[in-house]
């Protein structure tokens, strides 16, 4: 991979609470609740002005290192609604469940296998020791109804995993494009499921986004393709979190794996939740297309061109989370620093340039000095054309890097009287507040150098 890697933290600063990036999401308009004034919705969340752009930002990345620069991946984009005979050809009509017991005496509900061992074997609730009740099973499929005539109405499913439209489209893919075995589609797409413990912001959803590469190869071929797609989004996640040894690899059991996988790696990355998965690397081998065959009736195999021998590929799969990426990367760049004159710890995200929401904030030293301010605002103008740029003259200029720090925006640079005799301006980095003067005409140049992927 050829992008900028981010600055690793100069030192293990804490694991950072929730509530804290919840709390500036909200203040700084990052995410909102979903229909927060009737009482919102539990794992459904809006996103603000700053968080459209990170997340932009971030899916941009991910499209560029995946579909752009391979020239054997090409990219779709599917519906959330399909026919509801893929659910069954999926497995997730049959498998997609989860087991639930409720506690007798607190009333609060469990899922089974999250239960530590103990209180499984003894029948107990982790809070207070109640009884549980015996286990029920809940599909964490989301129904929906197409059609109008009561009586005449299909029921299908809002896509339990985004994936399923790429081998939907696959067989289109191949007839509309000169892609060849091995090859991978991928697509980014939202995939709802009903989650019975939705909770901890952003990282478990009903509503959520997901990143998908499916690799379609030749079975000799699979071993390949699974260690050179794990080993480069491992380094993709790397390449943009500044924490790098709170992320590692932790390989599934045979008893966790999902139905349709016959090994897996997750993609782990530590925050004040433990290790949890950030994206799956799963092994699916043939089932997705033997079992489309099977359920349409049409036949999903390929034909080598060169030998003519005919198979149904295999299948690596990348499947991440655009809203874990987006909350992880904001517990990874949250940081409360000292301020060594005593005065408030300066918040900062230590956001990578190429992510931040805000690339650059265009001051005038004073706000009540004509010249200043249209200097400022003709530079800012000639910046937006090329990035996020903001102007601001509120406050003095000390608030208004601590404003543009709290949001991550990794330079600022300010218009001083200097400027108008040498036709300069001074720009701040966010990390080391290193300051330097730049020319006005050097500085879309210099901008760019640093905040764009490379
Ligand atoms: N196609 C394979 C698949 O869907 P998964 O492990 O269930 O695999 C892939 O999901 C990724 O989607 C996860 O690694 C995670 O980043 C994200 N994800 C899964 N469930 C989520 C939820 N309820 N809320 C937010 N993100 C979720």
């Known amino acids: 991979m050829t992008q900028t890697e981010a600055t690793p933290a100069a030192n293990d600063t804490p694991l950072v609470p929730i509530d804290k990036i919840v709390a500036l999401c909200k203040r700084r308009g990052f995410v909102y609740p979903n229909s927060e004034i009737y009482g919102g919705v539990a794992g459904i969340y809006d996103f603000g002005p700053l968080g459209v752009e990170l997340r932009n930002n971030i899916r941009r990345f991910w499209w560029w290192s995946m579909v752009q620069t391979h020239d054997n991946v090409v990219g779709i984009e599917g519906a959330n609604i399909t026919h509801p005979r ?64 009561e009586g005449d109405r299909m029921k299908t499913y809002l896509r339990g995993e985004a994936c399923q439209n790429i081998y939907l489209d696959y067989d289109n893919v191949l007839k509309s494009s000169r892609m060849q075995v091995p090859f991978g589609i991928c697509q980014i797409g939202k995939a709802y499921r009903n989650e019975v413990t939705p909770g901890n912001f952003l990282f478990r959803q009903r509503e959520f986004e997901q990143w998908d590469l499916q690799f379609f190869v030749h079975p000799s071929e699979m071993q390949k393709w699974f260690d050179y797609w794990k080993a480069y989004r491992f380094e993709w996640y790397k390449s943009i979190i500044n924490h790098k040894d709170r992320l590692h690899f932790r390989e599934h059991g045979p008893d966790e794996l999902a139905h349709y996988a016959k090994q897996a790696f997750d993609i782990e990355y530590r925050t004040v939740l433990g290790w949890q998965e950030w994206e799956g690397i799963h092994w699916r081998q043939d089932w997705d297309l033997s079992r489309h065959s099977q359920f349409s009736g049409q036949d999903l195999g390929y034909t080598d061109p060169a030998t003519n021998e005919r198979y149904i590929p295999w299948i690596v799969e990348t499947s991440g989370g655009v809203d874990r990426t987006f909350l992880n990367l904001l517990l990874d760049a949250y940081e409360e620093e000292p301020d060594p004159s005593g005065k408030e710890p300066r918040t900062v995200l230590r956001l990578h340039p190429m992510l931040a929401p805000v690339k650059v904030a265009v001051f005038p030293l004073q706000k009540n000095k004509e010249e200043l301010v249209s200097a400022a605002k003709g530079i800012h103008k000639n910046l937006q054309r090329l990035m996020v740029s903001q102007y601001d003259d509120i406050g003095n200029i000390g608030r208004r890097y601590r404003r543009q720090d709290e949001i991550g925006t990794p330079y600022c640079v300010t218009v001083d009287f200097q400027t108008l005799e040498d036709h300069a301006v001074t720009v701040r980095e966010r990390d080391k507040m290193t300051q330097e003067r730049v020319a006005i005409d050097a500085l879309p140049m210099y901008l760019l150098d640093r905040v764009s992927w490379k």
């Open 86 to 149: 893929v659910w069954e050809a999926s497995g997730h009509v049959e498998n997609f469940v989860d087991r639930l017991v409720d506690c007798k005496k607190c009333k609060r509900r469990w899922r089974v296998d999250h239960l530590p061992p103990e209180n499984l074997a003894q029948n107990k609730c982790p809070n207070d020791g109640g009884e549980l009740t015996e286990p029920r099973t809940f599909n964490l499929l989301m129904e929906t109804y197409l059609g109008v005539v």
